[in-house]
């Protein structure tokens, strides 16, 4: 024991988990004491991932409740959907802290999970317990908490651009849409047709069209937020590149208001929030301005002639929508500060 804090990450052989991989190497406050494999467990870490080749020498390991409440303190899943259903009760019982990436601890009515993700919820005690970890709106409840459902990567990206403006009422709830794009790595490692090289390449297509699963999660924090129910319109394209998710979100203003005072208000609300960058007037962010780092950049613009405001909002789905949120939450968990760990640039170009 070296007096850090013990992590072990299930499904560590997909894109989230090798992401939390990268993040927990050089973490200060935390290791990894295991990497977890639902249908590999024996093989060398990095075979699987050559890129870490003697730096993860570690074999992975099966799933073992027991055995990861005697190597961990804090464990993250970054599985598919329907696995934390079943295994998050199991490790928060043993007494373990629980990460949870997908989404299976997100929506608080298990209802709505069912219709949305076609498959069983999970025991409605353990989805009040879940604290919902968008950590730059709701932080405060993730401090002490042991189980977090870590927000999903477009919710993210959306939520935190529309936020400030219903938290003030500046927006009109009902009239919003969301039109969002992502990176293939968005899907995950496995394959698909959908993101081979030459079926995306030279190539844009609208998917899940009116019922991406996204989009009831997305409502629950606006709805909170906003302290009524919100509903919107929300659609998701994919795009031919690895990394990135850029959402527009368009709203009416609930009175005219001009570019400076949207920049103000969004400065103000994330004032001293590290991981959230607010564009001045007139300057919209990039994906591959964030790419690889953990923060959301957002830029503003009002429309006079609609009375519209229009909100851009950018993320690296790997790193703010999944693994850099998930350490930027174990951060808060553990009452540590938010960036520890996370206080690098993007990769540019
Ligand atoms: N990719 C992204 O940008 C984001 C992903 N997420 C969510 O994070 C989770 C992981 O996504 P991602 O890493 O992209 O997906 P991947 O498909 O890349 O990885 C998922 C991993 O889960 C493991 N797995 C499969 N079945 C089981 C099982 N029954 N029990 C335990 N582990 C299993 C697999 O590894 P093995 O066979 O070795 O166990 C696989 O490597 C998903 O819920 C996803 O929706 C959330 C935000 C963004
Ligand atoms: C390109 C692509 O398919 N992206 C996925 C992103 C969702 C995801 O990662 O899952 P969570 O629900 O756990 O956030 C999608 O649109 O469903």
Avoid at 88 to 112: C, E, M, N
Avoid at 221 to 243: C, D, I, N, W
Avoid at 312 to 317: F, P
Wanted: aromatic share 8%; with cysteine; proline share 5%.
């Amino acid at each position: 024991m070296n007096g850090k804090l013990r992590t072990a990450i299930v499904g560590s052989t997909g894109y989230g988990g090798v992401e939390l991989i990268r993040l927990l190497l050089q973490h200060p406050k935390a290791e990894i004491t295991s990497v977890i494999s639902s249908s590999n467990a024996g093989a060398l870490y990095a075979e699987g991932y050559p890129h870490l080749s003697e730096i993860v020498t570690d074999r992975l390991e099966a799933i073992d409740v027991a055995a990861m409440k005697s190597k961990a303190d804090v464990v993250f899943l970054a599985t598919p959907h329907g696995v934390s259903t079943e295994l998050s009760p199991k490790l928060i019982d043993a007494g373990l802290k629980v990460i949870d990436v997908s989404g299976d601890l997100r929506l608080k009515q298990g209802d709505v999970y069912e219709t949305w993700y076609k498959h069983k919820p999970a025991d409605p005690a353990y989805l009040d317990r879940a604290v919902y970890g968008l950590c730059e709106v709701f932080g405060e409840d993730v401090r002490g908490a042991d189980l977090i459902a870590n927000p999903g990567c477009f919710p993210t990206a959306t939520s935190l651009g529309l936020v400030p403006l219903l938290a003030e009422g500046w927006i009109d709830p009902s009239t919003i849409i969301s039109d969002a794009k992502t990176g293939v790595s968005g899907a995950g490692r496995g394959l698909g047709l959908a993101y081979h090289y030459s079926e995306i390449n030279e190539s844009t297509l609208a998917y899940k069209v009116n019922r991406h699963q996204h989009t009831p999660e997305i409502e629950q924090t606006l709805s909170r937020v906003a302290g009524q129910e919100v509903t919107m319109t929300f659609t998701t394209h994919l795009l031919p590149m690895t990394r990135g998710i850029l959402v527009t979100s368009y709203a009416k203003l609930t009175q005219a208001r001009t570019d400076e005072e949207v920049v103000n208000l969004f400065r103000s609300y994330y004032e001293g929030r590290k991981f959230v960058r607010i564009r001045p007037v007139g300057k919209y962010p990039a994906t591959k301005e964030v790419s690889g780092s953990n923060y959301c950049d957002i830029g503003v613009s009002v429309d006079a002639r609609t009375g519209r405001v229009t909100v851009i909002s950018v993320i690296d789905n790997l790193m703010k929508g999944a693994a850099g949120q998930a350490v930027q939450n174990l951060n808060l968990m553990m009452g540590w500060d938010e960036s520890t760990g996370l206080d690098f640039t993007p990769v540019y170009p």
